[in-house]
């Protein structure tokens, strides 16, 4: 009830694709859910969250697509480039805990 | 401002063996964190902290403990270092409940 399922484990795209990495959780009192991008030797620093309340949120390049019903949450990196080569967590928490849960991490590579 | 810091950056240790990780975060903010990150597992919360002198256990409390007499410092304490133990630990703090901020990270290796 408390996991986070992440996927894929790592990706390989080319520069200006599109990466899509997915999230799915079971539980129903989640109601945050951020992305976090964590580069080699340094912490995980979010970069963009989502409530429940909307199906959609962009930051940029960045975009967290929110299916409620399914319980599933995305992230699509448009135009991809090689700085966005990274690991990327999603996580999820409850409105009155401060406790995120993390999926296993998607390590991104953009291919220039 | 600093935001978190994480000492040592490395550490080798042997079985057995005890040591305090530092962490220290100049935002006054109120919560904070201890995770662990092992290849593939993602970061799983140890301990964490509501303010001054209130600590709780995470997902993966065994084999640690922790203290919070001020705002800014979280150390965190390995009594009878196992091999289990060797990982990458990250510090976090945050403000509101909700973004968190992550210190740069301690390597130990526990041999």
């Known amino acids: 009830q408390q996991q986070v399922k992440q996927s894929p484990q790592s990706l390989i795209v080319q520069k200006g694709g599109i990466s899509i990495i997915n999230c799915a959780y079971e539980?129903?009192?989640?109601?945050?859910f951020p992305w976090y991008q964590q580069f080699p030797g340094k912490g995980p620093a979010l970069l963009i969250a989502?409530?429940?309340?909307?199906s959609e949120k962009k930051e940029g390049r960045f975009t967290i697509s929110f299916n409620k019903s399914a319980k599933q949450f995305s992230l699509h990196i448009m135009d991809s480039q090689p700085g966005d080569s990274a690991t990327y967590f999603c996580?999820?928490?409850?409105?009155?805990?401060?406790?995120?849960?993390f999926g296993a991490g998607t390590i991104l590579r953009v291919k220039s | 401002n600093a935001g978190v810091t994480q000492t040592p950056k490395f550490r080798i240790l042997k079985i057995g063996q005890s040591m305090t990780l530092q962490c220290t975060q100049d935002?006054?903010?109120?919560?904070m964190y201890w995770y662990r990150q092992d290849p593939g597992m993602g970061l799983k919360l140890i301990y964490y902290?509501?303010?001054?002198?209130?600590?709780d256990k995470g997902e993966v409390p065994n084999g640690y403990n922790v203290s919070r007499s001020t705002t800014e410092d979280f150390p965190l304490r390995l009594e009878l270092a196992a091999p289990s133990q060797t990982s990458v630990y990250f510090c976090?703090?945050?403000?509101?409940?909700?973004?968190?901020?992550f210190g740069p990270g301690t390597r130990l290796l526990v041999l």
């Open positions: 996580a999820a928490s409850m409105e009155y805990g401060n406790k995120l849960v």
């Open positions: 976090a703090s945050s403000y509101s409940m909700k973004t968190q901020y």
């Open positions: 539980n129903t009192a989640f109601d945050y």
């Open positions: 902290s509501v303010g001054a002198g209130i600590t």
């Open positions: 935002m006054n903010h109120n919560y």
């Open positions: 989502i409530r429940p309340d909307v």
